[in-house]
């Protein structure tokens, strides 16, 4: 814990792409917060991004961590770089805002998770899901009983590959780490989030065509108790055909949630009278449900529900051994304004995983997402990418501090 510097935390970025622009708009007016620094080894990026925000121009991670004023890196390069840059920020005693994934190997994430345990900075990982308000909010409707443990975690995702040339970094495992690695970090860890553990074994599946890259991959994840989440990852679609879905079994309950940033979920449940009466009551609690320190609500959010009573017999229901009386059926609907607000979710989900960390920094505690969470979702991505080329499932491993093997 450490009090914050009079000037307010500097905040040097590396990497001005796309990316890199989207987190300094996003994070720009945070009280206390001030861009210091742009570097890039394209210099013309890095000095329009600069100029923007009245920042120093820089070419090399180097410069921007020693750089006078620096409190914070921002990394926002590609995957293959992020590692590398991290361990060097930490150990120059800054903290670290990293864009997903941590790293594109195991040894690389738990060489940087053990340099976050023991330097004074805090890493936060931009596993942008778990700043989310429905994701948070079926946490909460969990750990109020409303929802019993999570069964099954299935998200499918057929995303735009139309941007995305035979020439550009995402389609080099060297660089990206492979789909799994890149892009199925999120869902990896937003599954271990939701289902309160991370996975024992993944089976993997990676499809190519014409003796190009790998374009759609799968993986079959079990977790603690029988519990299965299976990702499916397609970058094959224009951009207005993408489309994606989770859906969220929790036995007498299912949730499903739309977009990969999710603004819109729907949810039906069986239950018995004081359920009822429960759900009822979730639309005036839509503020404190919804709730996401650090992030600022649009004032678009909605939570709606209906209760269907005796919809079903009220003899006792059984599922997988859990037997009760459920003659009421609950629709509900959670609306942070619609796919029009996706852009407005994600920034401020940014947002708030910025704000994670500099509260951290100051107060004390841990992120919510921590370099441990990064890690294992790392390790559940490298296991399902093996698995793919092995055809065999493996088991997930988790590096424990000072080189043990944590299982999953």
């Known amino acids: 814990m450490t009090a914050a510097p009079e000037a307010g935390f500097g905040l040097a970025l590396i990497g001005c792409g796309g990316f890199g622009a989207y987190v300094l708009d996003a994070v720009r007016d945070i009280p206390g917060l001030r861009v210091v620094a742009c570097a890039d080894p394209d210099g013309a990026r890095a000095r329009a991004l600069a100029e923007r925000h009245g920042a120093a121009v820089l070419t090399t991670v180097e410069e921007a961590i020693a750089f006078p004023g620096v409190d914070v890196v921002a990394l926002a390069t590609p995957p293959g ?23 594109v190997t195991l040894a690389d994430a738990a060489r940087v998770k053990e340099e976050a345990d023991r330097a004074p900075g805090v890493l936060v990982v931009d596993h942008v899901l778990r700043y989310n308000p429905i994701l948070r909010l079926l946490q909460r409707l969990g750990a109020q009983g409303l929802l019993d443990p999570l069964q099954r975690f299935a998200f499918e995702n057929d995303a735009s590959d139309e941007d995305l040339g035979p020439d550009h970094w995402f389609w080099d495992p060297a660089r990206s780490g492979g789909i799994h690695i890149e892009h199925g970090v999120h869902f990896f860890d937003a599954a271990s989030a939701l289902m309160g553990s991370d996975p024992v074994e993944v089976q993997g599946t990676a499809v190519r065509r014409d003796g190009r890259p790998v374009d759609i991959v799968v993986a079959t994840a079990t977790h603690p108790g029988g519990a299965v989440a299976t990702h499916t990852h397609s970058f094959t679609h224009a951009h207005r055909a993408e489309r994606q879905l989770m859906r969220l079994d929790y036995g007498f309950a299912e949730a499903r949630v739309t977009g990969w940033i999710p603004t819109y979920a729907t949810l039906t449940a069986w239950t018995d009278e004081a359920g009822a009466t429960r759900w009822e009551q979730l639309p005036e609690r839509a503020g ?7 992030l600022r609500p649009s004032g678009d959010e909605r939570i709606t529900v209906s209760v269907t009573r005796d919809a079903g017999s009220d003899r006792p229901a059984s599922g997988r051994g859990v037997r ?26 940014v947002r708030a995983a910025f704000s994670d960390l500099l509260h951290c920094a100051v107060h004390g505690g841990t992120p919510v997402a921590d370099a441990r969470a990064a890690l294992a979702a790392v390790a559940v991505a490298e296991a399902a990418t093996r698995s793919a080329q092995s055809g065999r499932t493996l088991p997930v491993t988790v590096p424990a501090p000072s080189g043990g093997q944590e299982s999953g």
């Not at 404190?288 to 650090?294: C, I, S, Y």
Request: charged share 25%; proline share 7%; glycine share 8%.
């Open 288 to 294: 404190d449900l919804l709730a996401v320190p650090g």
């Open 81 to 103: 770089a992020h590692a590398d840059a991290a361990v060097a920020a930490l150990r120059a005693g800054k903290h670290v805002f990293c864009e997903k994934p941590i790293a």
């Open 324 to 349: 009760r009386s459920v003659p009421h059926r609950v629709d509900a609907v959670v609306d942070l304004g619609g796919e029009a607000r996706k852009p407005y979710v994600y920034a401020e989900s």
